[in-house]
T-cell receptor, first 117, second 114 residues
Framework: AQSVTQLDSHVSVSEGTPVLLRCNYS??????LFWYVQHPNKGLQLLLK??????LVKGINGFEAEFKKSETSFHLTKPSAHMSDAAEYFC???????????????FGSGTRLSIRP | NAGVTQTPKFQVLKTGQSMTLQCAQD?????MSWYRQDPGMGLRLIHY???????DQGEVPNGYNVSRSTTEDFPLRLLSAAPSQTSVYFC?????????????FGPGTRLTVL
């Protein structure tokens, strides 16, 4: 079975300080992992994705994430937070059990990121 | 390309009413899906489709019906609305059903059931 756990429902940081949003996953198959961002009253936008290539993945807006198989983690980081980063962030795991199967997609419960001036 | 479009953006229903949320994509994507988003629960899959004429249930299908008569359209029907269906609904698509590189989301429909 597959599952995703976002360890913090809310993270608050000061502008200009580092951001860390934590995500752990469980999967019976080799997973693909994603981070999406949702700004208030908007749809979801892809930040970055891991699909079995490089374990350190760079995304848009200065975000990056590292896939650590031994720790089953895919934490999202950014060196310096900006006010515009305030949003909800979702970690997503996807597996494709068989060649003819549809991908199974599981969303984490989300982490709300607040930025203090 | 318009991407994934959803109508309406907002809707208020009374308990027991029925309605259809529309979703369309113009990217020739195989896979389409409906999610509901509730506070603290992330996105939960309602129904999905891997191609025209093929639909299947997701995690929370009760009270909802779908059909996929064309590649482009994937409407979600609420048969008899209940207050528990108050939520934000997102439609999403993926180019190929068995290859998940990115999911494209519509802007959402905010539904309130009184």
């Amino acid at each position: 079975a597959q599952s995703v756990t976002q360890l913090d429902s809310h993270v608050s940081v000061s502008e200009g300080t580092p951001v860390l949003l934590r995500c752990n996953y469980s999967s019976s198959y080799s997973p693909s992992l994603f981070w999406y961002v949702q700004h208030p009253n908007k749809g979801l936008q892809l930040l970055l994705k891991y699909t079995s290539a490089a374990t350190l993945v760079k995304g848009i807006n200065g975000f990056e994430a590292e896939f650590k198989k031994s720790e089953t983690s895919f934490h999202l980081t950014k060196p310096s937070a900006h006010m515009s980063d305030a949003a909800e962030y979702f970690c997503v795991v996807s597996v494709t059990p068989g060649y003819s199967s549809a991908s199974k997609i599981i969303f984490g419960s989300g982490t709300r990121l607040s930025i203090r001036p | 390309n318009a991407g994934v479009t959803q109508t309406p953006k907002f809707q208020v229903l009374k308990t027991g009413q029925s309605m259809t949320l529309q979703c369309a994509q113009d990217m020739n994507h195989e896979y389409m899906s409906w999610y509901r988003q509730d506070p603290g629960m992330g996105l939960r899959l309602i129904h999905y489709s891997v191609g025209a004429g093929i639909t299947d249930q997701g995690e929370v299908p009760n009270g909802y019906n779908v059909s996929r008569s064309t590649t482009e359209d994937f409407p979600l029907r609420l048969l008899s609305a209940a207050p528990s269906q108050t939520s934000v609904y997102f439609c999403a698509s993926i180019p190929r059903a068995g290859v998940y590189n990115e999911q494209f989301f519509g802007p959402g429909t905010r539904l309130t059931v009184l």
